[in-house]
T-cell receptor
Framework: DQQVKQNSPSLSVQEGRISILNCDYT??????FLWYKKYPAEGPTFLIS?????DKNEDGRFTVFLNKSAKHLSLHIVPSQPGDSAVYFC??????????????FGKGTLLTVNP | KAGVTQTPRYLIKTRGQQVTLSCSPI?????VSWYQQTPGQGLQFLFE???????NKGNFPGRFSGRQFSNSRSEMNVSTLELGDSALYLC???????????FGPGTRLTVL
């Protein structure tokens, strides 16, 4: 049972345009959401996170939106740059054992930004 | 600050052997988590350690075990290796309980 779903395996955008990556979840207990970026043979790099008490969080070119009623979150990258080309993972957690560190990941979306 | 380090970076073993992977967290971080990444299953949570105690566990067989030392460094052990254990094993560290975790570069394990 996949609790975090990224339904688009890949996305291609032009440099300078907006990239929108989507993620859906099914577990109502999830209260913390994160986006990671990953290159092959490297560990995921943290990008941005959002708590369930918020509906938007911004950090530079990256904005994450959370729609709790729809159990949906999205990552917006504006403007997109060729260096943003990577696999993007959505992750979620629920407080467990006193920690929010047990992450459930989506399968990832490969973003390609074309010059 | 130095990031999360994992050793070795690459490992080749044969079926039936056992393996130990090591992770050194970011200085000051007390939580260490382990994840397995495979093409079929994606990134899956193995377990989390905090102050030398296992705080959370994923759905992996008992062949997968771990421990954490008093300096927060952690080791993961896989016994009786199977072909399906071939994967990238990632370690992540976090400062406490609800802050962001940061990942190391991973150990690529190949089981022949």
């Amino acid at each position: 049972d996949q609790q975090v779903k990224q339904n688009s395996p890949s996305l291609s955008v032009q440099e300078g345009r907006i990239s929108i990556l989507n993620c859906d979840y099914t577990n109502s207990m999830f209260d913390y959401f994160l986006w990671y970026k990953k290159y092959p043979a490297e560990g995921p790099t943290f990008l941005i996170s959002i708590s369930s008490i918020k509906d938007k969080n911004e950090d530079g070119r990256f904005t994450v939106f959370l729609n709790k009623s729809a159990k949906h979150l999205s990552l917006h990258i504006v403007p997109s740059q060729p260096g943003d080309s990577a696999v993007y993972f959505c992750a979620a957690s629920a407080s467990s054992g006193g920690s929010n560190y047990k992450l459930t990941f989506g399968k990832g979306t490969l973003l390609t930004v074309n010059p | 600050k130095a990031g999360v380090t994992q050793t070795p970076r690459y490992l080749i073993k044969t079926r039936g052997q056992q393996v130990t992977l090591s992770c050194s967290p970011i200085s000051g971080h007390r939580s260490v988590s382990w994840y397995q990444q495979t093409p079929g299953q994606g990134l899956q949570f193995l377990f989390e350690y905090f102050s030398e105690t296992q705080r959370n566990k994923g759905n992996f067989p008992g062949r997968f075990s771990g421990r954490q030392f008093s300096n927060s460094r952690s080791e993961m052990n896989v016994s009786t290796l199977e072909l399906g254990d071939s994967a990238l094993y990632l370690c992540a560290s976090g400062p406490g309980s609800t802050d962001t975790q940061y990942f190391g570069p991973g150990t690529r394990l190949t089981v022949l």
